[in-house]
């Protein structure tokens, strides 16, 4: 079915999603929206979060798109449930196949969670985590800086170690030896994040786990673009578009031009 997977996101971070789509899935095409300015979602209040959502959503499904993911932490938690009770497409959330990878993943079932405000105030890796696992020791932690570094194209150096390492201080006594990046973004400050954290800690990014889910369904409802397509992607973010560029580029390997719009009061 020659139609496009529709992403959302809050900014840039749903891009590692992507990544993994395109790894896995390189027949289907993609449009993506990210709110760039607008974003982040995780210090606000739940139905800002939600009415932006919806207005992301409205964006794609005008996009006349067969699915649609939300590659956002946050949106998933505040959005998802009601999402799939409306649409009549497919609408895949990050927190279920994070928290899978992450159970598969440990070993002593200590399990950490970082994530946007929003995100761990919802408590849903938490549910997510003993759904799957039943008795897990699940040790959360908001991480307000990480968003802004990310938007602005901070993602190495001394500055950004030292907010890493200081912002991640409460979870190093905890015994955890899994951690959630419970945000899309976060991945970007994986080698970071690693560094701090320690060699021992596995680092659970959703991407991977989000693109077989995406995958799963495709196949099972025969949504799958046929094999002699050529995907064209399409990319939209509603701020600076110049360092969306910068970012889109250098993390999916390949020149991204993205078209700056206004998705404001269209839901």
């Known amino acids: 079915m020659k139609r496009a997977i529709g992403v959302l996101d809050s900014g840039v971070g749903g891009l590692t999603v992507v990544k993994e789509l395109m790894r896995q899935l390189p027949k289907e095409e993609i449009i993506y929206i990210g709110d760039t ?60 196949p994070g928290a899978r990878a992450a159970v598969k993943g440990t070993r002593n079932k200590h399990i950490g969670v970082i994530g946007t405000k929003m995100t761990i105030e919802s408590g849903s890796y938490e549910k997510a985590l003993r759904h799957v696992a039943g008795e897990v020791d699940v040790y959360s932690l908001a991480c307000p800086p990480f968003v802004p570094l990310v938007e602005a194209g901070e993602v190495y150096g001394d500055r950004v170690y030292q907010v890493v390492e200081e912002t991640l201080r409460p979870l190093q006594t905890s015994e955890m030896d899994t951690l959630i990046l419970g945000c899309t973004h976060y991945p970007l400050l994986a080698p970071v994040i690693q560094d701090v954290v320690g060699p021992d800690v596995h680092l659970i990014s959703s991407g991977d786990e989000t693109a077989l889910e995406v995958a799963a369904i495709l196949d099972y409802q025969e949504l799958e673009n046929g094999l002699d397509t050529v995907p064209t992607h399409a990319f939209y973010a509603t701020g600076d578009i110049e360092l969306f560029d910068r970012l889109a580029s250098e993390w999916l390997g390949r020149p991204v031009h993205a078209e700056k719009v206004e998705v404001t009061g269209i839901a």
């Not at 982040?40 to 009415?51: F, K, L, M, T």
């Not at 993911?69 to 449930?81: G, Q, R």
């Open 37 to 96: 300015e607008r974003c982040p979602y995780g210090p606000r209040p739940h139905d800002e979060i939600e009415a932006y959502t919806w207005e992301l959503i409205e964006f794609l499904l005008k996009r006349d798109v067969k699915m649609i993911v939300i590659a956002c932490n946050t949106a998933t938690a505040v959005v998802l449930k009601e999402a799939r009770k409306r649409l009549d497409i497919p609408v895949i959330g990050v927190i279920d």
